[in-house]
């Protein structure tokens, strides 16, 4: 097994030593009156921050229904993106969450593609949710053919293909359509010569194989040294 990338390594170690920031309002003090008022006069990392902390609440009341409707019509891309998008499957009603996904990923305005949109419709095993991800999906397998004969990238972060994007893909369609299919199509890479590659594919179906492992024990190492 090869080592670990370096961007890989680097990116274990932040995961393992960073730090929560700080919440601009006191924690439990999440009322919707209180963030409805506030909201307004937050500046855009005050709202990240909050909606970063607030999504970590294990316990939900009405208050944070609602506070979650005041960000379905309120938050922007940034905020979804990097803050809260999981919250959004402890909305009571799954249907409209869901479609509130599907509208997010079709108008989304990041330069980059909506991954983190399309991971979270596949948690939430939604039929409705295929059709959205499908053509991202087909698009990611087209461009991997590429590896036949051009070879495997020197960087599988930010090169010339779709590596991430197609486990991401992958792995949502596989939660909403359980085929074989699509995890097959994920399978064939735990052999993958890149260590970077062969974690995507087991992290996408769930399997913790000797890749995961092996940046298990890292990323414990990391902590222990925090």
Request: charged share 30%; with cysteine.
């Amino acid at each position: 097994m090869s080592d670990i990338d370096p961007k890989g390594v680097e990116l274990i170690r932040r995961m393992a030593t960073a730090t929560a920031p700080t919440c601009p309002v006191p924690k439990e003090d999440w009322s919707y009156s209180d963030v409805r008022a506030r909201w307004a006069t937050w500046s855009e990392k005050d709202r990240e921050d909050f909606c970063r902390e607030w999504s970590r609440k294990r316990t939900w009341n009405s208050d944070d229904v609602q506070i979650l409707e005041l960000l379905m019509a309120e938050a922007n891309d940034c905020v979804w993106q990097y803050a809260c998008t999981q919250t959004l499957l402890k909305h009571p009603n799954r249907e409209r969450a869901v479609g509130f996904l599907i509208d997010l990923i079709s108008n989304h305005r990041f330069q980059h593609e909506p991954l983190n949109y399309i991971q979270v419709l596949g948690m939430s095993r939604h039929k409705l949710g295929a059709e959205a991800v499908r053509p991202f999906y087909e698009k990611y397998c087209r461009a991997l053919e590429a590896e036949a004969t051009t070879g495997v990238p020197e960087d599988v972060f930010f090169g010339p293909l779709p590596s991430h994007g197609f486990f991401v893909a992958a792995g949502a369609m596989f939660e909403i359509c359980g085929s074989p299919e699509y995890e097959l199509a994920i399978r064939r890479y735990f052999d993958h010569p890149n260590e970077q590659v062969r974690w995507w594919a087991e992290n996408a179906l769930g399997v913790e194989g000797p890749t995961t492992m092996h940046r298990n024990e890292l990323f414990k190492k990391f902590r222990a040294e925090k």
